[in-house]
């Protein structure tokens, strides 16, 4: 397998998962700043030349979530992802999406609002889009309080590929001092970064 990764992007959360998976796989750094997204051989794997990009075999996936659906599932000795059928796969299937569509979504609004301020920008959000964004935000970090309240992890008491995406998305968070406020989601961010294979996911 190889993975097309930058640092500090949604590629960390794929390799956290190969890390954690323990499986061979070959790492393809791409310098973003130096576009080397945006070569034609880069594009032959992915046409929009964003980072990750996995190829497995004859396969070639996109999507950062679709990548670690697809590697949790691909080693089930692992146990990164409940069976397919069993009580706990709608639970994770449930927590894989709400990461992604419903956290990611209104995290990123936050993180481009951020990056307009730091470059000195006109941010596209007006005050009350952010106000809006930030009820919304609220509400969305309930639901993982309460789905965390007496559980160290997401789905059925043992760690999975969405803790993965989750923490990845909720770390993001973290860091634009989103979970001020938020302890019980701060300590799964923390505990999580603690693991030996997110260490190796960030190493260079
Ligand atoms: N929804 C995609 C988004 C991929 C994406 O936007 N990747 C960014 C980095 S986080 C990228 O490669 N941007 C290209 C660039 O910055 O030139 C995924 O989750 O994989």
Request: net charge negative.
């Given at each position: 397998m190889k993975l097309y990764f930058a640092p500090r992007t949604r590629a960390v959360r794929a390799r956290w998962l190969l890390e954690?998976?323990?499986?061979?796989?070959?790492l393809v750094r791409l310098d973003l700043a130096r576009q080397e997204n945006s070569t034609p051989e880069y594009l032959a794997v992915h046409p929009l030349g964003e980072v990750p990009a996995l190829v497995d075999g004859d396969v070639t996936l996109l999507e950062s979530l679709s990548i670690c659906l697809?590697?949790?599932?691909?080693?089930?000795?692992?146990?990164?992802?409940?069976?397919?059928?069993?009580?706990?796969?709608?639970?994770?299937?449930?927590?894989?999406?709400?990461?992604?569509?419903?956290?990611?979504?209104?995290?990123?609004?936050?993180?481009?609002?951020?990056?307009?301020?730091?470059?000195?920008?006109?941010?596209?959000?007006?005050?009350?889009?952010?106000?809006?964004?930030?009820?919304?935000?609220?509400?969305?970090?309930?639901?993982?309080?309460?789905?965390?309240?007496?559980?160290?992890?997401?789905?059925g008491g043992a760690f999975t590929a969405a803790d993965v995406v989750m923490a990845s998305i909720l770390h993001l968070a973290n860091t634009l001092r989103l979970l001020d406020g938020h302890p019980r989601l701060v300590e799964y961010v923390k505990r999580h970064s603690q693991r030996p294979a997110v260490r190796k996911a960030v190493s260079g």
């Open positions: 954690e998976l323990g499986v061979h796989y070959e697809h590697l949790a599932d691909r080693f089930p000795e692992k146990h990164l992802a409940p069976p397919v059928g069993s009580a706990e796969r709608g639970p994770y299937y449930r927590w894989m999406v709400f990461a992604e569509m419903s956290l990611d979504s209104v995290v990123m609004e936050f993180y481009w609002h951020a990056r307009a301020a730091e470059e000195k920008q006109a941010s596209a959000h007006s005050d009350e889009a952010l106000a809006k964004h930030r009820a919304r935000l609220g509400a969305v970090l309930e639901v993982i309080h309460v789905g965390l309240d007496g559980r160290e992890f997401l789905v």
